[in-house]
């Protein structure tokens, strides 16, 4: 996205939020005293966890969204109280009740950079000090901060709010970025404060990961020799890491780390005769998991799917969600089947870690102050000395993304319901009643695709003990819309191709909002399939055969074309022959 992208999205969200404004307009709300209360006791219920369970709200702080206990006052506070004092700013009595590091301080902070640098006729300075701020703090914990607002907000406003603040930011970020790369062009091995990069052999990485498996469990592309589609192939999955040896990054990894944090099966409650126990939390440390942007891009629409979809978040999957951390791993050239540049995931800025392979070292960026301490002098003497190893050096490193892809994705805009219609009932798909096999092996590896089933498990004939499940499932299964008598909403392969299709770069985008789509361009679904159906070359297809039509759609081949709003939902378009994009939550008793 450029900057008038960035400033057009900011428009819309602020559009939202004018529109929820206008509806409790004193002159035209039948109670606005009433809509007043109701923001109340959302401030109380968002901010200081009223009526909900401990830990469950937005706090504003800083050090709660980057200390590994979500505690205030840690290192994020004394290192953001160091940069007013560097500019001659200390807190006065009219923010006594307020910490440091609180959203409302750290956003005035950047609007005295804004001002100083008006005032200043020679601003580069001013405007190095603002980049690295919202870097290294604004960005660092705002948008985990604004989503869990929207989480637990009941209100139109405050999710507004989040959504302008989360929006102004990145706007502001495109716009510093754009004026300070000629500034850069002068700065020779300039660090940013809090961001240090790493040079370690493995030997040295594996210790660190030792320590680090203290507080969290580590996952990582690994290989699984002869466990391929073919006897002959080896298997790239996520597995559990002791060492650094064992991740697989010179190639793409045949699934997604997905499963780690929405298992494959996953026991929610155990029944016994009149009662039932919730599944007690098997390991209580966090989890580090070494990823591709595309693939935290891809958690990013999971988190949309089971805790922003229908205002009730799924507890089974935010228990293990709030536990991940990530380490980004680099892409390099990216790979032939895919196309993330397209779909504007190939970068990302939710990472504690990044990591470049370089041979037998490794570049480790920490840009989570957390994990600073793993690698801090002290920690390096301590591995030195205990087994005369080299300890790491610092060294000039920032992450690089994938900038083209081989491929370039030709993405449908759909401009309102009748064209939906229209294109529901294309020929084309029914060109996959003959190719498709219903396998759903395309589901398995991706890594946004999010439907289950629920089973209840008897352990015994003549017991009544038992376990409900969750079970991954797959809209492309024969048996997916079977209801309890037998009959099927969507009763064809070519009807479940065209709701697969529509759910990932339509359905989701209108119910969501924003310039995501629900694919990430990984690719993995066109090397998984066992007919060698793209989904790649599916999209760019429906995009020619709706410009065919006289259904007046249009493609446009810019990378990232963003689906334009509509006035009402695909679920709208014909439920009687399965075309709506159904809840991905769904719970089906077998």
């Not at 066992?530 to 249009?554: G, Q, W, Y």
């Amino acid at each position: 996205m450029n900057a008038r992208s960035f400033y057009l999205d900011l428009m819309e969200r602020r559009e939202a939020l004018y529109h929820y404004l206008d509806q409790i307009d004193e002159r035209k709300a039948p109670d606005p005293e009433a809509a007043i209360t109701d923001l109340a006791a959302d401030y109380a219920k968002i901010f200081l966890a009223a009526g909900i369970s401990q830990g469950s709200a937005a706090f504003p702080f800083e050090s709660v969204y980057t200390s590994p206990d979500r505690i205030i006052m840690q290192d994020a506070w004394e290192t953001v109280r160091k940069r007013y004092e560097s500019v001659g700013l200390i807190r006065n009595g009219e923010a006594s009740g307020l910490f440091e590091d609180h959203i409302a301080l750290e956003l005035e902070f950047m609007a005295f950079l804004c001002e100083e640098s008006r005032r200043d006729p020679d601003c580069s300075d001013w405007l190095i000090k603002q980049r690295e701020f919202l870097r290294d703090h604004l960005l660092n914990w705002v948008p985990a901060f604004t989503a869990d607002v929207k989480r637990y907000a009941d209100t139109a406003f405050y999710k507004g709010i989040a959504n302008i603040t989360e929006g102004f930011l990145r706007f502001d970020r495109e716009i510093l970025e754009g004026i300070n790369a000629p500034l850069d062009e002068g700065i020779e091995n300039q660090k940013e404060v809090g961001e240090t990069a790493f040079s370690l052999t493995t030997a040295n990485m594996d210790q660190i990961l030792q320590e680090l498996k203290k507080e969290y469990r580590i996952f990582a592309p690994k290989r699984y020799e002869k466990r391929g589609a073919k006897s002959s192939t080896d298997l790239i999955r996520y597995g559990e890491i002791h060492s650094v040896r064992e991740i697989v990054h010179e190639i793409q990894s045949d699934f997604s780390p997905k499963e780690i944090y929405y298992p494959i099966t996953q026991t929610m409650i155990r029944f016994q005769e009149n009662q039932s126990i919730e599944e007690p939390a098997s390991d209580s440390r966090g989890v580090l998991i070494f990823a591709r942007p595309c693939d935290i891009n891809g958690i990013r629409r999971l988190d949309n799917i089971f805790l922003e979809n229908g205002g009730h978040g799924d507890i089974y999957y935010e228990r293990l969600r709030d536990k991940v951390r990530f380490v980004m791993m680099e892409c390099g050239g990216g790979w032939d089947d895919c196309f993330c540049v397209s779909m504007e995931t190939n970068k990302t800025e939710d990472y504690s870690l990044a990591v470049r392979f370089d041979q037998e070292n490794l570049i480790v960026f920490v840009k989570d102050q957390a994990f600073e301490p793993y690698f801090s002098e002290e920690k390096s003497k301590e591995f030195m000395d205990e087994n005369r190893k080299v300890a790491p050096e610092n060294a000039d490193f920032m992450p690089q993304f994938v900038t083209t892809n081989k491929k370039k994705v030709r993405l449908p805009k759909i401009q309102n319901h009748q064209q939906l219609k229209e294109v529901s009932d294309l020929e084309f798909w029914k060109e996959f009643d003959e190719q498709c096999i219903g396998c759903g092996g395309c589901s398995a590896v991706c890594g946004t695709c999010s439907c289950f089933d629920t089973v209840d498990i008897i352990y015994d004939e003549t017991s009544s003990d038992g376990e409900r499940r969750r079970v991954w499932s797959s809209c492309m299964l024969d048996t997916y819309t079977m209801t309890a008598g037998g009959s099927r909403f969507r009763k064809t392969p070519g009807a479940n191709m065209r709701f697969k299709a529509l759910h990932k770069v339509y359905d989701y985008n209108l119910r969501f909002g924003g310039d995501e789509h629900m694919c990430v361009g990984c690719g993995r679904c066109d090397k998984r399939c066992p007919k060698e159906i793209s989904f790649f070359d599916i999209i760019c297809r429906l995009s020619e055969e709706l410009e065919s039509t006289a259904c007046n759609t249009t493609a446009t081949e810019v990378p990232g074309n963003s689906i334009a709003a509509v006035d009402e939902p695909a679920i709208r378009a014909d439920i009687s022959e399965g075309l709506g994009a159904e809840n991905p939550n769904r719970k089906v008793e077998r």
